[in-house]
């Protein structure tokens, strides 16, 4: 098709709009409140993945290593774990450093462990490993318990099952409401955009008898369907930008003590708010295109 044509048909899809103010309005507003509300639960969503990965790379293993292994031996070990997948990091502590860190734990009454020296240290050597997801926990204990130098892998296997029950219901129940909300938006657009198809349903039957294709006739439809999508996703993204930023704001400013709010630590604005208006624009124009050639279709079978 010509420029030109592409031009007559997107204008009339946007007068459209304007044409029928009241029916749009409301169109745009019922698909700006489903917007927000996805957006809301977006931004829950990734600030509790966020959460989630942050404790899921915090999970430990101590490697408690038997007496007398020489220094070779434990060289050895590191190079192992260099080579090992899983990994996010790892460090040796000596018997000499952890009766030390021993020492500053018990602070103020560390005299108690005075009767402690290199010679009577009852601490082993040792490995911590950090791990990059609780999904290696179980397999990397099972080779650590098979070397010979290892004489204790401990672990807590019960946090680490429940992190990962946690982290697989957040992401599926997430993206469960994610597709419902995008439903409840195609719903709302495919019902304005019926209405208004069935008020001009005499007209685009004259417009087929004369010789105007399909497409012809669907796309200022389809013009109106994604103005209403970008419209609505424009003000839910807004709205969403504004009651993110507020709650940011005043996390930040609450009291650390006795403010159950302060233990939050939410993402910044800035990296969420992108993907999220991004996620509107494309949800609120496919979502247009979708409800408008579904509800035009009836009328195009002349």
């Known amino acids: 098709m010509k420029i030109r044509t592409w031009r007559l048909m997107a204008g009339q899809g946007f007068r459209n709009v304007f ?18 509300v996805l957006g809301l639960v977006l931004a829950m969503v990734l600030n509790f993945n966020n959460i989630i990965s942050g404790l899921e790379s915090k999970v430990e ?53 005075d009767g402690y020296t290199a010679e009577n240290n009852p601490l082993p050597d040792s490995f911590h490993i950090t791990v990059e997801n609780p999904d290696y926990v179980t397999e990397m204990v099972e080779k650590l318990r098979k070397l010979t130098k290892v004489e204790v892998v401990q672990y807590s296997k ?4 429940t992190i990962t029950r946690i982290a697989n219901a957040t992401r599926i129940l997430g993206l469960a409401v994610v597709v419902i909300l995008i439903i409840m938006a195609m719903i709302i657009i495919h019902n304005t955009i019926r209405i208004s198809v069935y ?23 389809i013009m109106e369907g994604i103005s209403l999508g970008i419209m609505g ?70």
């Open 233 to 302: 996703a424009v003000i839910a993204g807004s709205l969403t930008a504004g009651i993110y930023y507020l709650l940011v704001q005043q996390l930040a400013e609450s009291p650390m003590e006795g403010n159950i709010l302060s233990l939050l630590q939410l993402l910044p604005l800035e990296s969420i708010i992108y993907q999220i208006v991004g996620l509107f624009l494309l949800v609120g124009s496919v979502v247009g295109v979708i409800a408008s050639v579904l509800s035009i279709r009836k009328h195009l079978r002349v």
């Open 19 to 36: 044409r029928n103010r009241i029916m749009s309005l409301a169109s745009i507003s019922a698909i700006a409140a489903a917007l927000f």
């Open 199 to 221: 008020s001009r349903r005499r007209e685009i039957n004259i417009m087929k008898y004369i010789g105007a294709t399909d497409w012809y006739i669907r796309w200022p439809f």
């Open 158 to 161: 019960d946090v680490v099952d």
């Open 61 to 113: 293993i101590t490697v408690f290593l038997k007496d007398n292994v020489q220094s070779h031996e434990i060289e050895a070990m590191s190079r192992q774990l260099n080579d090992w997948e899983g990994i996010k990091e790892w460090k040796f502590v000596s018997r000499d450093e952890a009766l030390e860190n021993w020492r500053e734990e018990w602070g103020e009454q560390k005299y108690l462990l």
